[in-house]
């Protein structure tokens, strides 16, 4: 139980083009949703947090034009890097919270290349 | 604010031997949630162990487990028999009580197993 998909694995995209990444939890309803950024050889980053229906919360320093997030049910978030640039190349990592649990479960990740 | 430390940068252990990470934190919560994350090569982060703060047995599983010094604001994980398989970077983090799952992070730990 508690699997939580990410797609795509990895994307390359010429700058200035938009960029939608899924996330779903796959065996549970996740009522929050996080999305981070993961710098090579760092923690993870959070970038903002998502919850079913109302307007995601973003971290201090996180443009909310540049990466929209929207959890539109149960089971689905998706973050939009809009008019990507190179230094939006990262690797993307979603979780997501089930009120039942008390833990993240983590999709798998996207790697993402801006050229 | 909440920190969560781990001291060190990278650990190396002989295959079947066990090998202790550290991880301290920082916070004025008396209920709280600490997990150990691995990360292996493929980026994927996966739950190792979780610890609730109300309950003073460590937690276990299989291979893993924990020492939680409540008092001293110490959580360590100790991988007992390790296996190449438990190379991977390890992250300690903590959730605070009414946090919306969001979690503080330490920087990691990346251990490495000799054969």
Partial sequence: GAVVSQHPSRVICKSGTSVKIECRSLDFQATTMFWYRQFPKQSLMLMATSNEGSKATYEQGVEKDKFLINHASLTLSTLTVTSAHPEDSSFYICSAGDRGFETQYFGPGTRLLVL | AQTVTQSQPEMSVQEAETVTLSCTYDTSESDYYLFWYKQPPSRQMILVIRQEAYKQQ?????RFSVNFQKAAKS?????????????????????????????????????????
């Fill in chain 2, 58 to 62: 460590n937690a276990t599983e299989n």
């Fill in chain 2, 75 to 115: 959580f360590s994980l100790k991988i007992s028999d390790s296996q190449l398989g438990d190379a991977a970077m390890y992250f300690c983090a903590y959730r605070g009580p009414d946090s919306n799952y969001q979690l503080i992070w330490g920087a990691g730990t990346k251990l490495i197993i000799k054969p």
